[in-house]
């Protein structure tokens, strides 16, 4: 069974503070990576994407990708109380036709 | 631009009645995926449809079946509901090409009692 695993937190930060969010994968063929934010009560929505090894920055979130160590992570920079949600990482099947989320990793940003 | 639509909203059942789920999306895509979430267990991938007419099974596909009615459409029926089934359920689509994201409809509370 492929694993994408998250801790679950809470992951607590005060504002202006980055939040590191982590991934892991079992599947070492996974070419795609994606991060997803969801609000309570709402749909996971995308944040950030990243396919391959570095870093990927888009404002103040910077996706980082080592596919070596299967590992993803998300850093958010200058974190604000909206920030405040669960955060899904997602991978991609080698074939690209089914995303594989994990248990989320809800953080809470206090002001 | 509605992307993906899900009807119900919300539903309640009886244990042994049967529902179907409707999920359509006007975004020409490909891919289109049944998903259920369960409080501290993420989202599970239920059955998935890479193309119209083929379908696949998830990591928790059993007491489910699915319908890839056309390239729109996607359904997840219900045969005979249990108190296990209560969750809620998203659909979603995608390119297909693995390097695009997916996109989520609202959900789908449903409670089986």
């Known amino acids: 069974q492929k694993e994408v695993e998250q801790n679950s937190g809470p992951l607590s930060v005060p504002e202006g503070a980055i939040a590191s969010l982590n991934c892991t994968y079992s599947?070492?063929?996974?070419?795609?990576f994606f991060w997803y934010r969801q609000y309570s009560g709402k749909s996971p929505e995308l944040i950030m994407f990243?396919?391959?090894?570095g870093d990927k920055e888009d404002g103040r979130f910077t996706a980082q990708l080592n596919k070596a160590s299967q590992y993803v992570s998300l850093l958010i920079r200058d974190s604000q109380p909206s920030d405040s949600a669960t955060y899904l990482c997602?991978?991609?099947?080698?074939?690209?036709?089914?995303?594989?989320f994990g248990k989320g990793t809800t953080l809470s940003v206090s002001s | 631009n509605a992307g993906v639509t899900q009807t119900p909203k919300f539903q309640v059942l009886k244990t042994g009645q049967s529902m179907t789920l409707q999920c359509a999306q006007d975004?020409?895509?490909?891919?289109m995926y049944w998903y259920r979430q369960d409080p501290g267990m993420g989202l599970r991938l239920i059955y998935y449809?890479?193309?119209?007419?083929?379908?696949d099974k998830g990591e928790v596909p059993n007491g489910y079946n699915v319908s890839r009615l056309n390239k729109r459409e996607f359904s997840l029926r219900l045969e005979s509901a249990a108190p296990s089934q209560t969750s809620v359920y998203f659909c979603?689509?995608?390119?297909?090409?693995?390097?695009?994201?997916?996109?989520f409809g609202q959900g789908t509370r449903l409670t089986v009692v």
């Open positions: 599947d070492r063929g996974s070419q795609s």
């Open positions: 975004m020409n895509h490909n891919s």
């Open positions: 990243i396919y391959s090894n």
């Open positions: 979603a689509s995608s390119d297909g090409r693995g390097e695009t994201e997916a996109f």
């Open positions: 449809s890479a193309s119209e007419g083929t379908t």
């Open positions: 997602a991978v991609a099947n080698q074939a690209g036709t089914a995303l594989i």
